[in-house]
């Protein structure tokens, strides 16, 4: 059974970095793309955002606008691994981060992935 488990998130002040990692098992990492998405605080916010992803094996990279620049997303595929590298951190990406792999479609939308992580908590203080 597919299994994908986030690590990484912590607390840390505004302009910091983080390293997000997503470890896979149970499928074959390069067949799949990977998306990482977050749920931000706030009942007038979604539930899932589209934060980055890649297309199928890694080669192309995809970013929501408030992230381009700041957040980079790579891939391991003999150590079955997916990361976040996020730089110059804002109060404002104060989030659960989720990993998610698909297998088609589309790398924003959220109905395109098969499998979740629970998410690891990132917390910016100002």
């Known amino acids: 059974q597919a299994q994908l488990v986030e690590s990484g998130g912590g607390l840390v002040q505004s302009g910091g970095s983080l390293r997000l990692s997503c470890a896979a098992s149970?499928?074959?990492?390069?067949?799949?793309?990977m998306g990482w998405f977050r749920q931000r605080p706030g009942a007038d916010r979604p539930e899932r955002e589209f934060?980055?992803?890649?297309?199928?094996?890694?080669?192309?990279?995809y970013y929501t606008d408030s992230v381009k620049g700041r957040f980079t997303v790579s891939r391991d595929h003999d150590k079955q691994k997916v990361y976040l590298e996020m730089n110059d951190l804002k109060p404002e990406d104060t989030a659960i981060y989720c990993c998610?792999?698909?297998?088609?479609?589309?790398?924003?939308?959220?109905?395109?992935?098969?499998?979740w992580g629970r998410g690891t908590q990132v917390t910016v203080s100002s």
């Open positions: 998610a792999a698909r297998v088609f479609g589309v790398a924003f939308s959220v109905r395109d992935y098969n499998y």
């Open positions: 149970g499928l074959t990492l390069s067949n799949y793309g």
């Open positions: 934060v980055a992803s890649d297309s199928k094996g890694g080669r192309d990279h």
